[in-house]
């Protein structure tokens, strides 16, 4: 049952990871439009800027979980990457609940205020001519972080089963497509 689960929250950050992918080629575009009013046309834009600014922090956000999924963020292995297997899914699996879902946690725990108070105001651009409705942008921390706890529930359930012994080797998402 918990494979499973590990399975379903792979495939939804899979779905997450392809989305992210657009909204990435999406500010790709914005940036080169707005280099090309700029430079070529001497005009430039609030909006555009601001919107520069907002789909980078959406995919950023976005991609975290997705990240984690293929073990792509940075970490030092100094030491870790000498360890057995079995003693790394050890370590991913108690450094988890000792480290990473506390702060997974208090991220969503600080921000849902500053996310509330956002939206309760409308909140917008303080600049005329801004992206509106910053407050949604501002709601992405929780969704982002979310998703990154999710992703380290699909994890933890994947160590335990490594470091009990039941599977041989880490099961990536080669699985899932």
Same mark, same amino acid.
């Given at each position: 049952?918990?494979?499973?689960?590990?399975?379903?929250?792979?495939?939804?950050?899979?779905?997450? @990871?392809?989305? %992210?992918?657009? =909204?990435?080629?999406?500010? =790709?575009?914005? =940036?080169?439009?707005?280099?090309?009013?700029?430079?070529?046309?001497?005009?430039?834009?609030?909006?555009?800027?601001?919107?520069?600014?907002?789909?980078?922090?959406?995919?950023?956000?976005?991609?975290? @979980?997705?990240?984690?999924?293929?073990?792509?963020?940075? &970490?030092?292995?100094?030491?870790? #990457?000498?360890?057995?297997?079995?003693?790394?899914?050890?370590?991913?699996?108690?450094?988890?609940?000792?480290?990473?879902?506390? #702060?997974?946690?208090?991220?969503?725990?600080?921000? %849902?205020?500053?996310? &509330?108070?956002?939206?309760?105001?409308?909140? @917008?651009?303080?600049?005329?001519?801004?992206?509106?409705? &910053?407050?949604?942008?501002?709601?992405?921390?929780?969704?982002?972080?979310?998703?990154?706890?999710?992703?380290?529930? #699909?994890?933890?359930?994947?160590?335990?089963?490594?470091?009990?012994?039941?599977?041989?080797?880490?099961?990536?998402?080669?699985?899932?497509?």
């Amino acid at each position: 049952m918990l494979r499973e689960l590990a399975r379903w929250i792979d495939a939804v950050q899979e779905r997450v @990871g392809r989305f %992210t992918s657009f =909204v990435t080629l999406a500010m =790709v575009l914005v =940036v080169f439009f707005d280099v090309v009013q700029r430079y070529a046309f001497n005009r430039g834009s609030v909006f555009m800027q601001e919107l520069e600014w907002h789909l980078f922090a959406v995919s950023y956000l976005l991609a975290a @979980g997705y990240t984690m999924l293929y073990d792509e963020h940075v &970490r030092v292995d100094i030491v870790y #990457s000498r360890w057995s297997l079995r003693k790394r899914a050890w370590a991913n699996f108690i450094f988890a609940f000792l480290f990473f879902f506390p #702060s997974v946690f208090l991220v969503i725990y600080t921000a %849902t205020p500053f996310i &509330r108070n956002s939206f309760m105001v409308n909140e @917008g651009s303080p600049d005329p001519g801004g992206v509106p409705a &910053r407050w949604a942008l501002k709601s992405v921390i929780i969704i982002g972080f979310a998703l990154l706890g999710l992703q380290g529930v #699909s994890e933890t359930i994947k160590n335990f089963y490594v470091a009990m012994g039941w599977e041989e080797s880490e099961v990536r998402v080669k699985e899932i497509h």
